[in-house]
């Protein structure tokens, strides 16, 4: 069973910096791909940033410059670290972890898991 448990949200004026961090049950080197979506109230939940295994990242054209997502393999965490926040950031962000299971000798199957969220307020 894996557990990923997100801390670090909270209340920030504009202009002003967060970190997010999840906590994997275990060893994250499992995880091919970790990332973190957010969902607006209203909204789909959007992707906003994701490192590979390997330290690629992938980032929202609306973060871009502003966060910075990082993988620390020896403490099972990934965070992110958010800067010059705007009030459009507002939503509940979530952690997700992709996995690969092997189902039989030829084939595989991507698994997500996803943390409960937690709540990023930026507001005046």
């Known amino acids: 069973q894996v557990q990923l448990v997100e801390s670090g949200g909270g209340l920030v004026q504009p202009g002003g910096s967060l970190r997010l961090a999840c906590a994997a049950s275990?060893?994250?080197?499992?995880?091919?791909?970790m990332g973190w979506y957010r969902q607006a109230p209203g909204k789909q939940r959007e992707l906003v940033a994701s490192i590979t295994s390997g330290g690629s990242t992938n980032y929202a054209d609306s973060v871009k410059g502003r966060f910075t997502i990082n993988r620390e393999n020896g403490k099972n965490t990934v965070s992110l670290q958010m800067n010059s926040l705007k009030p459009e950031d507002t939503a509940v962000y979530y952690c997700n972890a992709r996995q690969m299971i092997q189902l039989t000798m030829s084939t595989q199957k991507s698994v997500d898991h996803w943390g409960q969220g937690t709540q990023v307020t930026v507001s005046s």
């Open positions: 275990g060893s994250i080197s499992r995880f091919y791909v």
